[in-house]
């Protein structure tokens, strides 16, 4: 109860009842104030000039009868607790009164100090918690309004039955009332999220920290972090912005991983990474290989052109290193101009060099810096998991000393950290290298093989088959250089130097007056791999004024299917010129004729197993005869390879296959001896 004096305005117009009123109010113990106004009018100016606790209104006033005074006063004083004072008979208005806003009526006929004092007290009780109230009301939310959390309550079926401006702000709504059309789920970036949280909260009641993916109103993706607590069925919490801040933990994460200068992981991330991968090579058996780059004339570049062009050189040797590897191969800078690289996973140590041959080959090109080119090189030292060590200190120690080897071995060059490896390596480079000398010196020569019709006994064509010409070793056979040379890919510039000796070749003979003979070049499936390998062979034979039909391509079936798709356009252009297709060593390869249909094929070549096999198993005649209709039925030409006898030569004549080769005829001959089996022309 409150002790406060109570201003009270008493508006009746009865001097009997203002008398009663008083006299009651006198004596009791409470301290007041009492106006009087006779009519509704002099209430109403009353309350425009000040504020009273509490009204005692008379219900039938001469200018305001009944309940349309409550109306009048709320206007005025819309929160001032009114009691009503009013007879019998008004009973039941006085009850609809209530329900105009009236706090309670005394009727005049009974009442009493008692009742007066209780009903004035607690008319101004009440309005004085109505009032505390309606303020921590406001001050909450105002909180809310203005905090800087969002403010949320949602249903268990995810309904947003509240949200504040800040929330709305986050998610860059116009206004509350926009999210709260929504459902809670559609700001979830992945749904799971929420059923996890509403899991959770079933469990323990409340969830703190609670990070979520939210995706805004203009589909943005921002980071939240929620406080969350079920009563229930209805969730209520905050939730703050992180995206921000979590942006900012990935950028410290990055760049303690990573190199500042080059964006490329560092030594920890590498450390890492190489772990990662020995323990599932342990598991799988690969190899794993470690390697240690140095440049090898770093410290000069940067002493002259200066440390702006020293770092734009180490962010192109990045660049270019990367070119080199797959997507699953790491590279890390890890100093100064030293690299590491790790590649996870490789079946042979064959796979090892050749990236490696590739990266000392990224650096014959030089590096432009301001315009300017500069050339640089690498030395690579390289350990192999298991070979070399299991545990990445071990791998990465031994790369560090093959290195130091490789740089005292001359420099832009590899070495492995294993001698037996480095000397296969070597002895690989060494013919590498010897092999592209003797393209450039002549050591190479072509042998020609005469194809003879078994019509009329005519030499029509000649199979083009390289020979190495070596200094020490004598002459090398194609089996002894030609797998070598697919190996590496030097196999393209073989295939290219034989395409032009044999066009030559071919071209001289008509020139000196023989009748025009075929050439037929094996060609590698990995010209394929050229976007414009018809194009070069165009080229060849333009520079050698060869007319296209007097020109073969062989490719073996084994190899066919291998890149075939890419050279389909390739294969057609040519063929449209003339060059003939042949499929050599027919039978060996994949058993899907579906290449027949596809490419512009116009000659099977029998591979020489079946022949020889004539004697030894009736089969190989079933099949040749075989293959001899399928190809009639294509009309395609067949020709049978190393026919060696003259039993063979009979048994191909029967089923009336269109041409052999073999030694029963000759066996590949020097260009000068070949003229034996040229007719003159005419
Ligand atoms: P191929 O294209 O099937 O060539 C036929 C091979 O059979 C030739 O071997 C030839 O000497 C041999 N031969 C011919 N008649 C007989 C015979 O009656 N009996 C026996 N036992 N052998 C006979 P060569 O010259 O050693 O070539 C072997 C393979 O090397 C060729 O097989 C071809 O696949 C490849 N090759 C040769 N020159 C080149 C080339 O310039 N480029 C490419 N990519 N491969 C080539
Ligand atoms: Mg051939
Ligand atoms: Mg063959």
Redesign the pocket.
């Known amino acids: 109860m409150t002790a406060k004096k109570i201003n009270i305005l008493l508006i009746e117009d009865n001097p009997g009842d203002v008398r009663l009123i008083r006299e009651m109010l006198g004596r009791s113990e409470l301290a007041y104030s009492l106006e009087h106004a006779g009519t509704l009018t002099d209430g109403l100016a009353r309350l425009k000039g000040h504020i009273y606790d509490v009204i005692l209104l008379d219900m039938s006033l001469p200018d305001g009868s009944g309940l349309d005074s409550v109306p009048e006063i709320k206007k005025v004083a819309p929160k001032m607790p009114i009691v009503m004072l009013t007879g019998l008979d008004d009973e039941e208005t006085a009850v609809s009164a209530l329900q105009l806003g009236v706090q309670d009526y005394l009727l005049k006929d009974r009442i009493d100090r008692t009742l007066l004092l209780r009903s004035l007290r607690y008319a101004v009780e009440r309005k004085r918690i109505l009032d505390a109230l309606a303020e921590s009301e406001g001050k909450y939310k105002n909180l809310v309004d203005n905090s800087l959390a969002g403010v949320f309550k949602t249903n268990l079926e995810g309904e947003i039955l509240f949200a504040n401006n800040a929330l709305a702000r986050m998610l860059e709504y116009e206004s509350p009332g926009d999210l709260i059309s929504l459902g809670a789920l559609s700001i979830y970036k992945t749904p799971k999220d929420r059923k996890n949280l509403i899991d959770s909260l079933k469990k323990r009641g409340k969830v703190s920290n609670f990070e979520m993916e939210a995706v805004t109103k203009n589909g943005k993706t921002r980071n939240l972090l929620l406080s969350v607590t079920i009563y229930g069925e209805v969730l209520s919490g905050t939730m703050i912005d992180i995206t921000e801040r979590k942006r900012m933990e990935e950028t410290i994460k990055h760049q303690a991983y990573h190199d500042l200068l080059t964006g490329l992981p560092n030594r920890l991330l590498f450390i890492d990474h190489l772990r990662l991968a020995l323990a599932r090579a342990h598991r799988d058996r690969y190899i794993v290989a470690v390697m240690y780059l140095d440049l090898d004339n770093f410290k000069e570049i940067n002493d002259s052109l200066g440390h702006s062009a020293g770092d734009q050189l180490l962010q192109a040797v990045s660049r270019r290193l990367k070119a080199c590897l797959r997507e699953s191969d790491t590279i890390a800078r890890i100093g100064g101009d030293e690299y590491n690289i790790l590649l996870p996973k490789a079946d042979h140590e064959e796979d090892i060099v050749t990236i490696t041959d590739k990266i000392i080959a990224a650096f014959r090109q030089p590096f432009i810096l301001d315009s300017h080119p500069v050339h640089t090189s690498t030395s690579i030292g390289v350990s192999l998991f298991p070979s070399d060590g299991d545990d990445a200190e071990t791998l990465l120690k031994s790369a560090d000393a093959a290195m130091y080897s490789a740089k005292n071995g001359g420099r832009n060059n590899y070495r492995f950290y294993n001698s037996a490896m480095n000397s296969r390596v070597l002895e690989r480079m060494r013919l590498m290298n010897r092999l592209r000398g003797a393209l450039k010196s002549g050591e190479l020569a072509v042998y020609y093989?005469p194809q003879v019709s078994l019509d009329t006994g005519q030499v029509l064509c000649a199979?083009?088959?390289?020979r190495w010409r070596h200094p020490e070793m004598g002459l090398l056979?194609?089996?002894q250089f030609?797998p070598f040379a697919e190996e590496t890919g030097l196999?393209t510039e073989?295939?290219e130097w034989?395409m032009r000796a044999a066009c030559a070749q071919a071209g001289a003979w008509q020139k000196a007056g023989y009748a025009p003979v075929c050439v037929m070049?094996?060609?590698?499936s990995r010209h394929f791999q050229k976007s414009d390998f018809a194009g070069t062979v165009s080229g060849i034979l333009q520079e050698t004024g060869l007319d296209p039909v007097y020109l073969g391509i062989?490719i073996?079936e084994r190899t066919m299917m291998q890149d075939a798709e890419l050279a389909v356009p390739g294969l057609m252009k040519l063929a449209g010129d003339g060059v003939r297709l042949c499929i050599?060593?027919f039978g060996t390869g994949c058993s899907s004729l579906h290449y027949l249909k596809k490419l512009p094929v116009q000659v099977l070549k029998i591979d020489?197993s079946f022949i020889s096999g004539f004697s030894e198993d009736p089969d190989y005649k079933t099949i040749t005869n075989a293959v001899i209709n399928l190809a009639r039925g294509l009309r395609l030409k067949v020709v049978a390879?190393?026919?060696?006898n003259e039993n063979q030569l009979a048994f191909l004549q029967t089923i009336r296959c269109d041409e052999a080769?073999?030694?029963?005829f000759s066996?590949?001959v020097p260009a000068e001896e070949f003229t034996r089996f040229l007719k003159p022309a005419g």
Do not use: F, K, T
């Open positions: 093989q199979e083009a088959l390289v056979q194609p089996a030609i196999i073989v295939d034989v070049v094996n060609y590698s062989e073996s050599d060593d020489r390879e190393g026919v060696e080769q073999g030694y029963h066996r590949p």
